[in-house]
């Protein structure tokens, strides 16, 4: 617990096991009892979302007290908590005899606690007690079936429980123990049918407090499910509605609930009628429509209407001939009535219209597998797959193993493989159930492995790929064979450019098609425009799809044309600082695609496709379309690299440098060497990186490419000064220049001064630093390239710095900084708060300084740019050893110095060996210091590094 003596607010949660000291228990029958009990509210409250070694909590012998931190939502403790202790307590009970099962009380307050040497005191947490032992409580567990009796004060009912769907599930009763007499609200957690509720009627209640309303008799409606799980945010967002409009005095209406086959539609539907048939006195109504079951026609509205009229006790002599009759009759019948009506399965508006009640007081609930948008009138309530956490706890109440937990790896991996669909969980389920032989994990492998897991996924004559194909079979043609064409996309969403590809259509019938297949629920829209199959029916699709290999192969050709042509088109757009020459796409130009005009339009695509291109590169290599291999990584990196998805690029970078090579194509292998040198410098690899530019070089030369040879000079010429080989990184940017100037590349040639500069500062040239990065200030500007003038624009500030003219710095840092920002650029935006926080701590702000190179550091971490990491590292370090913060700075040197050793960088590798030197003197050990500062000083003079001066200085050398 805390120690502290100010009040604080908690929630206060208690339990208590029932007949915890009864005579038939021994003393092995408690500890077992205690061990169940703890594992059961540990369980309970991470399956609530509430962190158990969060809260305080204390012994009580047969109970537990538990104070909860106050930022948890109440609404936790009273909605999720009682339901997961309840599947916690019956796992338990499964596994153990009689006298060692677990049936508990439990008490809901919230108030301020104080703390002093003994523990907590409070009178808060005296009326918390005073709850549990109201007799009102023990009545109720003892006259229930269940496992839990919950109690909350008046407090916590009225401002938590009240607000929740869960009010009408609780009942006042008077509670008289000790010198306390008040009102508790009781609810039975695991029996909220109308036997528990009429249970708790026979509590005394409370005179003057209205309690629950009766249970009703049940009409029609079928059994509710036992293990149905989930779908509180549906089930809230429907009992919110209907208890705004019953309170407003409005029409109840109507609220239609979607889903792809198997989502558990019918299920929600009954569960939410059981849930409200206390809210309607006068019948409730279950109907089925039939639109997808096997072997029988939808229902016409007028037999539904004859039906539901001969439900409500009318004579069959006095149900009226004719469609208008019926629905006329069935209104009248229904007119100042209170009747909830479920309409299952319905294949369209037009089949439920006629049976829509016409007056106020009557509810109606639709399940189809269409999206209804012809009820204007209706509430959509779409319902997707279930959330991984309830997919495990329903398939261990499915299952019913007693050792069985929703933590278990197989059953998370056997709900992963179903996809989520409690209709494909149910099915597999009860396969565990019925052979006790099977056990999850074999069970998981066999699915994992299975060439046809919807084969796997069947009961009796219940099975997903039949569900599946009902939906199918009401498909148009087209609509047919653009849905089996987009189980062979490799990639997980789809828009209606690629959809044209994929069918060979043109861009309105692709939109429309797609549409279709979103109102009828066989694909889903989770952001506009664009659409995504579920897992299983992506099996489906492609099983549907297999007898036409010819038309398949076809296909994935014009999308993967459609990709690498669309790509390309985007990445000229990319000014990043390699510009690639790029060899003209195979395949055919696609008939229709989004028109790219700008550098921020290119890379809102690009960034929205990535997972789709990358699909589709790992797709080709594997069925030896290698010219498409080969080809989009090539097109991406550019955008990859500015974007900082590195990793990413280095991994399609090798995928496209095998793919060239397979094919022969020499070109090919030289541009992605050169792409592939370029991610394997950002990631730290520079022994590779060298290796790539230099092959990449050599084929340029054996080719005759001269732009190709610039390009891979000028990125050999970047490894080379990061490793601290300035001689031969300014030889060959210098050739790289030349090369651009012969062939009037301005870009180029920008580029390659703005690397030339950097290492002449390196070198200590600073007039000849400042002219080259000036020059390519003036290209990057008239070609309009925004990331290089960004780049030069803070390598100029640099010099500005160094040169001591601190006001003309900040400025090109500032504006480098925005630049980088406007294009999105994470490792410029990077590199430019670096060289900010320097420049602020040299003018003497600390407190920026240390802002600019956390960020920085952070971004650096973010895009696991290790040099990067090293610098700012290195730059953080020399802020703190100004505050004599001598162990801080040491930490960051430290940390610097591994990296940069670890990379082969030895300009950082000194400067981290000086700082740590120099932190050693100031704090007083010169002898310690001037070991480490004579190990920077060996690598100042190797790499030919100005800094060695300032060493030596210090040293008197």
């Not at 790896?409 to 099977?438: D, F, K, N, Q, S």
């Not at 199918?472 to 987009?486: A, I, N, P, V």
């Not at 291109?613 to 498409?628: E, F, G, K, Q």
């Not at 010169?926 to 000083?937: D, K, S, T």
Request: glycine content about 8%.
């Amino acid at each position: 617990m805390e120690d502290q003596q100010l009040a604080v607010h908690r929630t206060i949660v208690v339990v208590d096991v029932e007949g915890f000291g009864d005579l038939s228990r021994t003393n092995a029958h408690q500890v077992a009892i205690r061990a169940g009990l703890y594992r059961a509210m540990q369980e309970a409250f991470g399956r609530a979302g509430i962190s158990w070694d969060g809260c305080g909590h204390e012994d009580r012998g047969d109970g537990v007290f538990v104070l909860v931190p106050a930022e948890v939502p109440k609404g936790l403790l009273a909605g999720s908590l009682p339901s997961a202790l309840v599947t916690a307590l019956r796992a338990h009970n499964a596994a153990h005899a009689g006298p060692e099962r677990i049936r508990l009380r439990m008490a809901l307050h919230a108030g301020e606690v104080r703390y002093d040497e003994h523990g907590v005191t409070a009178a808060s947490v005296t009326l918390a007690f005073r709850l549990l032992e109201a007799p009102a409580l023990k009545a109720a567990l003892a006259g229930s079936s269940g496992l839990l009796a919950v109690i909350a004060s008046s407090w916590f009912f009225e401002e938590v429980v009240r607000h929740s769907s869960l009010a009408p599930a609780y009942r006042p009763a008077e509670v008289a123990v000790k010198e306390t007499t008040t009102t508790g609200w009781i609810c039975l957690p695991d029996q909220m049918d109308p036997a528990g509720r009429a249970m708790l009627e026979r509590v005394p209640g409370v005179a003057g407090v209205p309690g629950m309303q009766p249970a009703v008799v049940l009409r029609t409606l079928p059994r509710d499910t036992a293990a149905f799980t989930g779908r509180t945010r549906e089930l809230n967002q429907m009992m919110a509605a209907i208890s705004q409009t019953a309170a407003t005095g409005g029409v109840f209406g109507i609220h239609a609930v979607d889903g792809m086959a198997g989502i558990g539609k019918t299920t929600f539907a009954v569960h939410a009628a059981h849930q409200l048939s206390a809210r309607f006195p006068d019948g409730q109504v279950f109907l089925r429509l039939h639109a997808h079951t096997a072997g029988q026609r939808p229902v016409d509205p007028a037999e539904a209407l004859a039906t539901l009229l001969l439900t409500a006790g009318v004579a069959p002599r006095r149900i009226p001939q004719g469609l208008e009759a019926r629905s006329a009759s069935w209104r009248g019948h229904l007119a100042g009535k209170k009747v909830l009506l479920v309409l299952d399965d319905a294949a369209g508006s037009d089949q439920v219209r006629p049976l829509l009640p016409g007056t106020a007081g009557c509810l109606v609930l639709v399940t189809s597998r269409r999206r209804l948008t012809g009820l204007e009138e209706a509430t959509p309530i779409s319902l997707g797959t279930l959330p991984a956490a309830e997919a495990t706890d329903l398939f261990v109440r499915l299952a019913a193993r007693p050792c069985l937990r929703p933590g278990h790896r197989a059953v998370a991996e056997l709900t992963r493989l179903c996809g989520y669909l409690p209709l494909a969980i149910r099915l597999v389920a009860a396969g565990i159930r019925h052979h006790p032989a099977w056990t999850v994990t074999d069970l998981a492998d066999e699915l994992a492995s299975a060439r046809d897991r919807l084969a796997a996924m069947q009961a009796e004559d219940v099975s997903v790929a039949a569900a599946f194909d009902l939906s199918y079979q009401d498909l148009t043609t087209g609509q047919q064979r653009l849905f089996r064409r987009l189980g062979l996309h490799p990639g997980a969403e789809i828009d209606a450019y690629a959809a044209a590809a994929l069918d060979a259509t043109d861009l309105p019938a692709a939109r429309r098609r797609l549409g279709e297949l979103h109102d009828q629920n066989l694909i889903g829209e989770p952001t506009r425009g664009r659409y995504r199959l579920h897992d299983l029916l992506r099996e489906h699709a492609r099983t549907l799809a297999a007898d036409d290999a010819a038309g398949n192969q076809a296909a994935i050709g014009r999308l993967l044309d459609y990709y690498l042509h669309t790509a390309m088109t985007a990445s000229r757009l990319i000014a990043w600082r390699t510009a690639i020459a790029r060899p003209p796409s195979p395949g055919h130009r696609p008939a229709w695609a989004p028109e790219l005009r700008t550098e921020e339009e290119a890379v809102t695509w690009l960034r929205t496709e990535r997972p789709n291109l990358h699909a589709c590169v790992d797709y080709a290599a594997s069925h030896a379309r290698l010219t498409h291999a080969a080809g989009i990584p090539v097109a991406i990196s550019d955008f990859m690299y500015a974007q900082g998805h590195w990793s990413e690029a280095l991994s399609l970078g090798q995928v496209a440098l095998a793919s060239a090579r397979t094919v022969g194509d020499r070109q090919g292998q030289a541009w992605a060497l050169n792409q592939l040198g370029i991610a394997q410098e950002l990631t730290g690899d520079y022994p590779a990186a060298a290796a790539s530019h230099t092959e990449a070089l050599q084929l340029f030369r054996g080719i005759g490419n001269q732009r190709g040879q610039a390009w891979a000079l000028n990125e050999l010429g970047l490894v080379q000064w990061l490793t601290g080989d300035y001689p031969a990184a300014s030889a060959s940017h210098t050739e790289a220049l030349q090369l651009f100037r012969g062939i009037g590349n301005q870009r180029g040639q920008a580029w390659a001064l703005d690397q030339l500069a950097v290492v002449q500062r390196l070198t200590g040239d600073y007039p000849a630093a400042v002219a080259s990065q000036t020059e390519a200030l003036q290209l990057f500007r008239g070609i309009g390239n925004q990331r290089g003038q960004a780049f030069a624009l803070d390598h100029l500030g640099m010099m500005q710095q160094l040169t001591g003219d601190y006001p003309a710095a900040a400025a090109s840092h500032t504006e480098a900084l925005q630049l980088f920002r406007d294009i999105g650029d994470r490792q410029g935006q990077a590199l430019a708060l670096n060289h900010l926080g320097v420049l602020q701590q040299l003018t003497g702000d600390p407190p920026a300084a240390a802002a600019s190179l956390t960020q920085a550091l952070q971004l650096y971490r973010d895009l696991g740019d290790r040099h990067g990491q090293a610098e700012a590292a290195i730059n953080l370090g020399e802020l703190r050893s100004l505050s004599s913060a001598h162990n801080d700075a040491r930490g960051y040197y430290a940390r610097a110095l591994s990296i940069a050793r670890d990379i082969n960088a030895p300009h950082q590798e000194a400067r981290a060996l000086e700082g740590i030197g120099r932190s050693h003197i100031q704090e007083g050990s010169p002898g310690q210091g001037a070991v480490y500062l004579r190990q920077a000083l060996a690598i100042y003079r190797r790499i030919g590094a100005p800094e060695a001066q300032r060493v030596e200085t210090t040293l008197h050398i």
